[in-house]
């Protein structure tokens, strides 16, 4: 993986708090470009079991809604950064676009780096998110606290992650304008889209794949020489009953199989030697909710490169 190497960068500069961090796509694409992460602040256990496993600084159990609770404890780490991704299924696509009590953690997100008042911001989230009140109520918020925001939509495929996966992110900085981050975050994406095949190389030992759809109107069966569609937490056999979709990419038959656990971590680009725990199916959510690390990572050295510009 690369890792920026500037001695003019002083790791105290880099000191760095994960909010709502998961299980650490975040983290770790932001470690890997030079980011200092001192602690992570997550309410989901299992998350955070799989964060410790793999990271050696703290890793809090914290209920982040309480806000001022939140600021006394990530203030005493006194971090120049802070990145994050709220829980974003109130925004979800897949779901019915209602905003509850979740999105009210966008508005917890903003508050809590407006009182600990970093240089900067990052909050990754679902690309959804931009129809949301909550994001905007979070950018009056960080405005408010005197920090020029930048924010894109971003394809992961277009940053070596070998998916389809559009991703929000905002960057909030202190002394910079609006958009001040904007071609920085743009100029690096790549025109053509990461495949599976290009990413695995020889690693990956069959052709086409099975991905189980939201809808049996859309396609399932996959070519390994495109990008993945978007890593879900569903991960089914093939059913006995399936029928071919126009768009599949295969017929149904010996030379289609699901992908592995395993497989599905590392489109999402987490290293082999990621420790995931829980059953199955706690993996299989851990892994889809993730941050894609390499995307992460992405996002890190643009932002990085132009802040110390």
């Known amino acids: 993986m690369k890792i920026i190497s500037n001695m003019s960068v002083s790791k105290q500069l880099l000191n760095t708090v994960d909010l709502f961090s998961g299980c650490g796509g975040l983290s770790l694409g932001f470690q890997n470009a030079g980011f200092n992460i001192l602690a992570a602040y997550d309410n989901w256990r ?18 982040l809604s309480d806000i001022q609770a939140s600021v006394e404890h990530v203030k005493e780490y006194n971090p120049n ?9 109130d925004f979800s696509i897949a779901g019915k676009r209602i905003e509850k009590d979740r999105a009210n953690l966008t508005v917890a997100f903003a508050e809590i780096v407006a009182s ?7 909050m990754e989230n679902v690309y959804s998110i931009e129809r949301s009140k909550s994001l905007g109520i979070a950018k009056s918020v960080l405005s408010d606290a005197g920090y020029g925001l930048t924010s894109r939509v971003i394809d992961a495929s277009r940053t070596g992650v070998p998916q389809m996966r559009k991703r929000f992110f905002l960057v909030a900085a202190k002394g910079f304008k609006d958009d001040d981050f904007g071609a920085y975050l ?10 599976v095949a290009e990413y695995f190389g020889d690693e990956i030992e069959v052709e086409f794949y099975y991905a189980h759809p939201r809808s049996y109107k859309r396609r399932a069966i996959f070519s390994v020489h495109e990008p993945s569609a978007t890593i879900r937490r569903v991960n089914r056999p093939i059913p006995a009953n399936y029928v071919r979709h126009p768009a599949d990419k295969a017929d149904v038959g010996d030379c289609v199989r699901v992908l592995t656990t395993e497989e599905r971590s590392r ?4 290293p082999k030697e990621f420790i995931f725990e829980g059953s199955m ?11 894609p690390v390499k995307m992460a990572q992405y ?7 132009h802040w110390i510009s």
């Not at 743009?186 to 889209?193: A, H, K, P």
């Not at 489109?267 to 987490?270: K, L, S």
């Not at 996002?299 to 490169?305: D, F, G, H």
């Open 46 to 63: 299992l998350a955070l079991d799989v964060y410790q496993r793999n990271f050696d600084h703290n890793a809090h159990v914290f209920d």
């Open 81 to 89: 950064v802070i990145i994050g991704g709220p829980p974003c299924q």
């Open 116 to 122: 600990v008042s970093p240089d900067i911001m990052v």
């Open 186 to 195: 743009d100029q690096g994406l790549t025109e053509r889209r990461m495949t």
């Open 267 to 270: 489109i999402q680009t987490f």
């Open 281 to 291: 199916s706690q993996r299989e959510h851990l892994i889809a909710n993730a941050v």
């Open 299 to 305: 996002v890190a050295e643009k932002v990085l490169a």
